[in-house]
């Protein structure tokens, strides 16, 4: 169910875009009302969550640590492993949002007869990770060229150097290659790891189908189908939607609002799923905090401020009652006067 349901959606997905788009009339809603739809659900979800997420409190210091940490100065400190200040925090995070480091230290633990335990490295979840993410960017930045106007020099120089290969007419693009052998070797991960199958859930497995379908339906533009889509209108509408000024001025053809339907989707879907971990990678305060607890106090900022309760005051408030059950106290109870 967990397969078939998530599959099922994006069908669904496919269908309602094909279907509404050929209705007359409608094609301004697939390709203007929609897009600004899914933009400010996608902005004001990423906004949102981002707040609620700073907004937490953090009452401990919990920076995950697995090195030695800063103690005498003959000992040698692992200062990415246990940074104690902003600079090692800094480079410990860059590492990690740029090169994935903690998958790269990815251990994978197997258990025989014996029993017997073993660990041994397992790099190849961070090489799909790697080719996933980064595609998925190129992609992201190659796309800017429908929607800008003249075209920036990073731009173009990043799209010359996806196709440098130059194979096909039109040119194929690596990263179209990476992206969806990167798709395909994450989900064969979900379905082959016993492990990692069990604790999968529909919702896993709805943005790979999702992602995958998007880059399926570019693919087809681009390669198969690019005889029926008209790319000036195409671009008309893109620079357009940025400038507020949209406009539909030809039949575009039924798969660019496919296309475009799905990326919607993902974008309106994108704030309120596990893709969140975008912005929640820098918020996470076993990564973006200094294991600094015995140089620093740590105090919660969001704690509220206490009236101190001594115990002097504690028996002076409760001190007939503690008398009564027995318990001693530090001061006899006053002589009560004489009737």
Aim: net charge positive.
């Amino acid at each position: 169910m967990k397969y078939t349901f998530p599959l099922a959606a994006v069908v669904a997905l496919v269908l309602i875009a094909w279907i509404g788009s050929s209705i007359p009339g409608m094609q301004y809603l697939f390709g203007v009302a929609i897009p600004y739809v899914a933009i400010v659900l996608f902005l004001w979800g990423f906004c949102y969550r981002v707040i609620q997420w700073a907004k937490s409190p953090v009452p401990f210091r919990i920076p995950t640590t697995s090195g030695q940490q800063y103690s005498l100065p003959w000992i040698k400190q692992d200062k990415l492993e246990s940074p104690v200040n902003t600079s090692q925090v800094v480079a410990r995070m860059f590492l990690e949002v740029v090169l994935f480091r903690s998958l790269w230290r990815n251990t994978k633990t197997t258990v025989y007869d014996g029993p017997k335990v073993t660990y041994e490295s397992s790099k190849w979840l961070w090489l799909f990770g790697i080719l996933f993410h980064y595609s998925f960017l190129v992609i992201v930045l190659r796309h800017m060229r429908m929607f800008l106007e003249p075209v920036p020099f990073l731009v173009s120089s990043l799209e010359y150097m996806d196709g440098i290969l130059q194979v096909g007419a039109p040119s194929m693009y690596l990263t179209d290659v990476t992206l969806i052998l990167g798709l395909l070797l994450l989900f064969g991960r979900r379905l082959v790891n016993r492990q990692v199958r069990y604790i999968s859930l529909a919702n896993d497995y709805f943005p790979l189908f999702l992602i995958f379908a998007i880059a399926l339906t570019g693919i087809l533009m681009r390669f198969f189908l690019r005889t029926d889509i008209d790319i000036v209108a195409i671009k008309r509408l893109a620079v357009g939607l940025v400038t507020f000024q949209p406009a539909i001025t030809a039949d575009i053809g039924s798969i660019f609002y496919i296309h475009l339907f799905l990326v919607c989707v993902l974008l309106a879907y994108f704030p309120f799923s596990k893709l969140m971990h975008l912005g929640g990678v820098f918020l996470s305060p076993t990564r973006n905090l200094a294991n600094n607890s015995r140089m620093v106090r740590h105090i919660n900022p969001w704690n509220p401020d206490i009236k101190p309760h001594s115990y002097a005051a504690y028996e002076d408030e409760f001190r007939e009652d503690m008398v009564e059950q027995g318990i001693p106290v530090e001061k006899p109870l006053p002589a009560k006067a004489d009737d």
